[in-house]
């Protein structure tokens, strides 16, 4: 989306309007094109007045006898963005600061910006994130006028509802790929996702059957909520067990809640309410560190973010985390001759293959940084282990090797944690699946007792009889 | 191979804005008409081939040496600390006080004390913006930079009143107190100071290359999302970076003090003062400690050499000056290039419009 807007530029291919091929190189370029876009973030002057707001950039000038003028004329401007409120039926007292209005409203100015500057194509990035649900409807009552008013309406969001009740037809993309395109009246919510999550790869794991329901509980989540910054709660009354040598498999629609949850659980977020109990001990709210220091280890979704540093050495990155132990850091200094055997032994361990051993991750392919996380996390034998998108972006043979190394680790009575959007992965690798639907847990299903349509549909956010209700 | 290539990158990095500027330095020379040879010839030759030329060029790097490490070491953090200068004036200043303000002391008591007091002094006014930055998400640069206008006036109303040497015809305070003035070694222009600093130089290069404090740092600088998921506090690393810029620059100050100016005047620290040249000598050395020593000792020579072009050609000392300024202006450039893609951008738009044209 940010290329259709001139935010950044396509490799290779073109974009079409009309026809007509156009190459954009600021957002400039689009508006004139056409295209007009409303952040997910908005990107407004809190102490102007609306009408201000929306003349920003395209000021209209007191003209003289002379010519134009450089003052305002305020106006002319007023009557000018009145005309366009009133032709799209959009209600809005222009003379307002701001800062004074709901974010609904807010957005009606994002809209009206973007309708002022007479663009046809109108890109809304999930416009309905930060909405109460009286202004969700609200919303799409106004995009419908709009599109009976001719405009083309572009509507990303991860809510199926709602995409389902404003559309016409759906592209589903996934991976930086689009894998549906479809009419809205042709398909269901289900559908949807179910295409989302994939169903085309079925990758056959050997998992022994341990029986490990009569296990101790190792890992133990109490209501546990939590509010993002604009203070809505985006996770509420998470419960959770995991018992020893299973693995739970979270599943969900991307953007419900997971992340927020893998942040709780790895110590990167705070919760608001709730405990965490692991081994016995209340380790809610601790640091990273004396995470992993009481025993289990992360696997964060992005390789390149919260994994590994690009531009920091293959042995200081595989230290990351665990930098504080004795082994490696002793009164203060870091013990380097250790820490290039550690790194000696598990590069040999672990297999993994790498040009220049005092070399930067930089270098290393996307398997073998994986493998790098997998023996850094490993090593200290973690007795629960926190796996958020583990196989992401992966090849085939590097997937097996995660996966192999998940379920050795199950074997030896360590408990799992696996957040996953990816259907097939969940299903495979886990023994019990707890699906997450806007901020909670919708359900839990016996991993070996249920299909992909069941759990598709709760994705979805429809329950019914068969998964026990939280 | 791609790391040698890389420390070559470095280096021309480095030298072509030199180059840059004293080729238009050598323009500036031609006009005014003198030779642009003799004259750079006599400036480097007096300050880095004669001996006596190059203790003195050293002497007067000992503190750009200081405030080149701590800019140098924020920047490895990602923290933009510009307010080194400020920090070494607070430093030098305080460090004055206890110098004049006992006699008598044992020398070697009074010489710690006053070391200490500049130190402490750079550290607390480095808190200041450490804590904006740390717990109140304000964007240190500013708070740095604005604090050194503070910094100055502060002390230009300290040395006019309460602190103000009666005795002399110009605005400064008294003379510190012969215990604490350090000794030139052997005839020679060097004093304890050099010394201090090449062992503060050692110890930063350990902690840096060896410790866990240098670890951890190089990971906030270098990816802060990775370093919080490994479970660094991201808040205290920048409070302990900001004291230790802080604790370089009063060191420098008060060793710049006791070494050479004895007593604070309003130009203390020249213009551009001695924590703006340290910024020019990290960027010049890259950021590297050996990088900053030959930086810092290059840098002193262009400064001290610009007396013996006074004296030997018909060239104004101010030509120096010049020369710093172009460097900069240079190395600026350089830096844009490197860390925006400005050109890559200008040269898309440039290849699309003619690809248009020729459609057309």
């Known amino acids: 989306m940010n290329m259709l807007y001139g935010l950044s530029r396509p490799t290779s291919g073109k974009i079409f309007i009309r026809e007509k091929e156009v190459d954009f190189f600021t957002p400039l370029d689009a508006i004139n094109a056409g295209i007009g876009m409303v952040h997910q973030h908005f990107k407004l002057v809190p102490s102007l007045t609306i009408c201000e707001n929306i003349l920003l950039g395209v000021e209209i000038m007191y003209e003289g006898k002379l010519g134009k003028l450089p003052f305002i004329d305020s106006k002319k401007a007023y009557e000018k963005v009145q005309k366009v409120s009133d032709k799209f039926k959009i209600d809005l007292n222009l003379k307002d600061k701001v800062r004074d209005i709901s974010i609904g409203l807010k957005q009606r100015v994002e809209i009206m910006k973007m309708l002022y500057r007479n663009v046809n194509i109108l890109i809304l990035d999930e416009p309905t994130a930060v909405l109460t649900p009286q202004e969700v409807d609200d919303l799409i009552i106004d995009l419908k006028e709009l599109k009976d008013k001719g405009k083309t309406i572009i509507f990303i969001s991860h809510k199926l509802s709602e995409v389902m009740e404003v559309s016409d037809s759906i592209i589903i993309i996934r991976r930086g790929r689009v894998i549906g395109d479809v009419k809205t009246r042709d398909i269901t919510e289900q559908e949807i996702a179910q295409i989302m999550v994939g169903r085309d790869v079925v990758l056959r794991v050997n998992k022994d059957e341990i029986g490990c329901s009569n296990n101790d509980v190792i890992y133990k989540l109490e209501n546990i909520s939590t509010k993002n910054m604009l203070g809505k709660e985006v996770l509420s009354d998470i419960n959770i067990e995991v018992k020893k040598g299973e693995i739970l498999g979270i599943a969900g629609v991307e953007g419900n809640g997971q992340n927020e949850l893998v942040m709780i659980l790895t110590g990167l977020m705070i919760s608001t309410k709730g405990k965490i109990i692991f081994n016995s001990k209340n380790i809610t709210n601790w640091w990273p560190t004396d995470i992993r220091e009481a025993g289990i280890g992360i696997i964060h979704e992005d390789r390149y973010a919260q994994c590994l540093c690009r531009d920091m050495t293959i042995s200081e990155n595989i230290i990351a985390g665990y930098h504080r132990n004795p082994d490696v850091s002793k009164h203060g200094m870091m013990r380097y001759g250790e820490i290039v055997k550690k790194r000696d032994r598990l590069v040999k361990e672990y297999d993994i293959r790498i040009a220049n051993p005092d070399g930067n991750v930089s270098q290393l392919s996307g398997g073998n940084a994986q493998k790098l996380i997998i023996a850094r996390e490993f090593d200290p034998n973690p007795k629960l282990l926190i796996a958020y998108q583990p196989t992401h972006g992966l090849d085939v043979g590097s997937i097996e090797f995660v996966h192999n190394k998940i379920l050795e680790l199950r074997k030896q009575g360590a408990g799992v944690v696996m957040v996953s959007s990816d259907l097939t992965e969940i299903m495979s690798l886990s023994d019990r699946i707890a699906v997450m639907y806007n901020g909670r847990i919708i359900g839990e299903v016996d991993a070996h007792k249920t299909n992909t349509a069941e759990i598709g549909m709760l994705m979805a956010g429809i329950t019914n009889k068969r998964s026990n209700q939280i | ?360």
């Open chain 2, 1 to 360: 191979m791609r790391k040698g290539k890389m420390f070559l990158l470095d280096i021309l990095n480095s030298l072509l804005p030199l180059l840059s500027a004293f080729g238009i330095g050598a323009i500036i020379i031609i006009l005014i008409g003198e030779n642009p040879l003799t004259t750079y010839n006599i400036m480097f030759g007096k300050t880095l081939f004669e001996w006596n030329g190059f203790l003195k060029t050293l002497h007067f790097a000992s503190p750009l040496i200081l405030t080149g490490l701590a800019i140098a070491i924020t920047f490895k953090a990602s923290i933009f600390n510009m307010g080194v200068e400020g920090q070494l004036l607070v430093g030098g200043f305080f460090a004055c006080v206890i110098g004049f303000c006992f006699e008598g002391l044992n020398p070697v008591v009074h010489v710690i004390l006053g070391l200490l007091t500049g130190i402490t002094c750079g550290m607390i006014f480095a808190l200041i913006p450490a804590i904006l930055k740390a717990y109140f998400k304000v964007n240190e640069i500013v708070v740095t930079l604005m604090l050194n206008y503070a910094a100055i006036e502060i002390l230009r109303i300290l040395t006019q009143t309460i602190y103000r040497d009666i005795g002399s015809g110009y605005v400064s305070t008294p003379t510190v107190a012969g215990s604490v003035m350090f000794n030139r070694i052997g005839g020679t222009r060097l004093t304890l100071f050099f010394p201090i600093t090449i062992i503060v130089f050692v110890i930063m290069y350990i902690v840096f290359k060896k410790s866990r404090l240098g670890y951890e740092v190089t990971a906030v600088g270098k990816n802060p999302e990775f370093a919080e998921a490994s479970g660094m506090n991201i808040k205290r690393k920048i409070i302990y970076i900001m004291l230790i810029s802080g604790a370089l620059s009063g060191l420098a100050g008060a060793g710049y003090m006791f070494s050479e100016k004895f007593k604070y005047t309003l130009d203390f620290s020249g213009n551009p003062g001695l924590g703006w040249d340290g910024m020019l000598i990290a960027l010049l050395g890259r950021c590297s400690p050996i990088g900053i020593i030959i930086a810092a000792i290059f840098y002193s020579s262009l400064k001290t050499g610009g007396d013996s072009i006074n004296i030997f050609t018909n060239v104004p000392k101010e030509i120096v000056s010049v020369i710093q300024g172009l460097t900069i202006l240079f190395l600026s450039i350089r830096f844009i290039n490197q860390n925006t893609k400005l050109f890559g951008n200008i040269m898309a738009r440039f290849d699309s419009k003619k690809k248009k044209n020729e459609e057309v």
